[in-house]
């Protein structure tokens, strides 16, 4: 089945190490987006991609980054995590932006700063 | 920016019974999405639903999206609902991806 897969589902890292998340998706989307939801919260929105167009949210911080090598594939980089990072991390698709389209969710990776 | 507010934050339900979950919105949409995340994390589609009514199963939705808001039905419910429900829509005709509420807190017990 086409679908968003998030790799790992849970990544324990130590504080100050960077760490890597990965997201891949099958339904050939243009729009990969990534998400930060901690606990009690809803999803917020880090930064997307249309294509190789990257877009950042004006309050997301500098420690995090991203990365789409090309149209399946969207790394988000943690360069330092720390404690207030622990979070889960959600990855989305959609065809087009402004929700225009609908979008759909990776099964998300749960992040602990130790 | 556009303002999504759920209601009720928090509802309890013994296995059988109905209930309506609501999403109001402070502006015009043309879009917007219900998920349920389960006890797991993961955001589950229910419905993409800008206007009118859509059925799947004992889940159902409408949106008057001229009057800014947007109704989640659960029929019969069973211990698997429970999670948050969400809604959300996107922050304007030109903006990027989806404003979310700050869901709705859904457990069912047998």
């Known amino acids: 089945d086409a679908m968003v897969i998030q790799n790992p589902r849970y990544q324990v890292t130590q504080f100050g190490k960077p760490v890597t998340l990965s997201c891949s998706q099958t339904?050939?989307?243009?729009?990969m987006y990534w998400y930060q939801q901690k606990s009690s919260q809803a999803p917020k929105l880090l930064f997307h991609y249309y294509d190789k167009d990257f877009n950042n949210e004006a309050d997301t911080p500098d420690n995090f980054q991203s990365r789409r090598p090309n149209t399946s594939f969207c790394f988000l980089d943690i360069r330092s995590p720390g404690l207030g990072d622990a979070a889960m991390y959600l990855c989305?698709?959609?065809?087009?932006?402004?929700?225009?389209?609908?979008?759909?969710f990776g099964q998300g990776t749960r992040l602990t700063v130790v | 920016g556009i303002q999504v507010e759920q209601s009720p934050p928090d509802l309890i339900l013994q296995e059988g019974a109905n209930s309506t979950l609501r999403c109001n919105f402070s502006?015009?949409?043309?879009?917007l999405q219900w998920f349920h995340q389960n006890p797991w994390g993961q955001l589950i589609n229910l419905f993409y639903i800008p206007s009118g009514t859509k059925q799947n199963g004992r889940l159902s939705a409408t949106t008057v999206a001229t009057e800014r808001y947007s109704l989640l039905y659960i029929s019969s419910s069973q211990t698997t609902d429970s999670g948050v429900y969400f809604c959300a829509v996107p922050p304007n005709q030109a903006g990027t991806a989806l404003i979310f509420g700050k869901g709705t807190t859904l457990s069912v017990s047998s």
């Open positions: 502006d015009s949409v043309n879009n």
């Open positions: 339904l050939n989307h243009n729009v």
């Open positions: 989305a698709t959609s065809r087009g932006t402004g929700g225009q389209t609908e979008a759909f």
